[in-house]
């Protein structure tokens, strides 16, 4: 079975902190890594993405890393609010399927005042 | 852009009946669909993709008669649970997929399911 490892499971940040994720996929890079961001009781809204041509990509506060070598990419949130307490979700393509992804096990991040 | 809209956004109902969920791309097309099924705490679990104008495709271990999915137009998919019963409760939502845009999904905002 195909999978994306996440790391940590759970983060506390304190407010204006740096918040790092990281991801781990098995397949062959291809199309987009991204992020997602999904509050208690909501779906979850796409945060960033990033192509395995790139090494880097910064949106805001936002900023995923990506390491095709070692099959490995992060997100960085920087000046981290608790408004950006949420469970995060990165996404991997399969390798066999050009629309589906999978989705790592979660990061449970609370941002603490 | 990218809106997806998931209707209704809560639902009980009881066991034995069936309950529709909608899913519509409000200001694109979408060729291809997704619905997923999410338990508390844990990660988005593929049940199928949906593709306009022709079956699903059902991941293994998804009963499709159970769930049955309908793609009838490039803006609306369908998933109606059938004769559900208290273990089928549970969170779930569905994607789109912009065409030109890989495999980026766009998301509903979830339906919570509840079988008395």
């Known amino acids: 079975q195909q999978q994306v490892k996440q790391s940590p499971q759970s983060l506390i940040v304190q407010k204006g902190g740096i918040s790092i994720i990281n991801c781990a996929y098995e397949?062959?890079?291809?199309?987009?890594f991204p992020w997602y961001q999904q509050f208690p009781g909501k779906g979850p809204a796409l945060l960033i993405a990033i192509r395995p041509d790139v090494s880097e990509k910064k949106e805001g506060r936002f900023t995923i890393s990506f390491n095709k070598s070692a099959k490995q990419f992060s997100l960085h949130i920087m000046d981290s609010q608790p408004g950006d307490s949420a469970t995060y979700f990165c996404a991997a393509p399969t390798g066999t399927s050009y629309d589906k992804v999978i989705f790592g096990p979660g990061t449970s991040l609370s941002v603490i005042p | 852009g990218a809106v997806v809209s998931q209707h209704p956004s809560w639902v009980i109902c009881k066991s034995g009946t069936s309950v529709k969920i909608e899913c519509r791309s409000l200001d694109f097309q979408a060729t291809t669909m997704f619905w997923y099924r999410q338990f508390p705490k844990q990660s988005l679990m593929l049940m199928a993709t949906s593709n306009e104008g022709s079956k699903a495709t059902y991941e293994q271990g998804v009963e499709k008669d159970k769930f049955l999915i309908n793609h009838a137009s490039l803006t609306l998919s369908t998933l109606t649970v059938t004769s559900a019963h208290p273990e089928d409760s549970s969170f779930y939502i569905c994607?789109?997929?912009?065409?030109?845009?890989?495999?980026?999904?766009?998301f509903g905002a979830g339906t919570r399911l509840s079988v008395l």
């Open positions: 397949n062959t890079a291809f199309d987009y």
């Open positions: 994607s789109a997929r912009v065409s030109g845009a890989g495999n980026i999904q766009y």
